[in-house]
């Protein structure tokens, strides 16, 4: 069964553009979460999107915004990129119920470099 | 405010030997507990569980205990191996809005192995 498939890879953007990545979650997944991983800060969650609706939002700024379709692939777009933005942006996949959700599949990331 | 705290950013262990690794929590509505083991440039990936109602999961060289009244988990890897260095994150897991599960990370420790 496929992974969780993030898209790109790697990225380097400058101060001030905008950027999106893409995260096609497991087949029959209908959540997908967005972290940021930094040095030393962990994985700050991001939101999390669940039959194309946002169902939950963590503490970052409203330059930070995604959408789900309804083939549960989900995007997450950053505008205005500041030099802290640099991270690895973490995908997980889930079914996205109480009963059958015990942990989260990754996708291996988007290596975002603001320069 | 962390509700998931891995006090200890690096551990270092001598191959063979033990490798302890702790991690505390405050929500006492979390029912639910995972580790995830991290390599560089890579998304985390699920290693072992444990329910609330254990104290105790075992899975090869890999051991959870839960310490519910501490609100204390560790794991523990016996022997360790060089291919086990890594960031390993603790994870904590309760039912959020609506239906949904929301796992909370701790900021992660750093394994090496040293041959």
């Known amino acids: 069964k496929a992974g969780v498939t993030q898209t790109p890879r790697y990225l380097i953007k400058t101060r001030g553009q905008q950027v999106t990545l893409s995260c096609s979650p497991i087949?029959?997944?209908?959540?997908v979460s967005w972290y940021q991983q930094t040095p030393g800060q962990g994985l700050q969650f991001l939101f999390e999107y669940f039959s194309e609706t946002q169902r939950n939002k963590g503490n970052f700024p409203g330059r930070f915004s995604g959408r789900q379709f309804s083939n549960s692939r989900s995007e997450m777009n950053v505008s205005t990129l500041e030099l802290g933005d640099s991270a690895l942006y973490l995908c997980?996949?889930?079914?996205?119920?109480?009963?059958?959700?015990?942990?989260?599949?990754f996708g291996s990331g988007t290596r975002l470099t603001v320069v | 405010d962390q509700q998931v705290k891995q006090n200890s950013p690096s551990l270092s262990v001598q191959e063979g030997r033990i490798s302890i690794l702790n991690c505390d929590y405050t929500?006492?509505?979390?029912?639910?507990f995972l580790w995830y083991k991290k390599y560089p440039a890579e998304g985390p990936t699920f290693l072992i569980s444990i329910s609330s109602i254990k104290d105790k999961n075992e899975d090869g060289r890999f051991t959870v205990f839960l310490n519910k009244s501490a609100k204390h988990l560790s794991l523990h890897i016996v022997p360790s191996q060089p291919g086990d260095s890594a960031v390993y994150f603790c994870a904590a897991s309760a039912r959020s809005s609506g239906s949904a599960r929301q796992l909370t990370f701790g900021s992660g420790t750093q394994l090496t192995v040293l041959p």
């Open positions: 087949s029959g997944h209908r959540s």
């Open positions: 929500n006492s509505m979390f029912d639910y």
């Open positions: 997980a996949s889930s079914f996205g119920t109480y009963s059958r959700d015990y942990g989260y599949t």
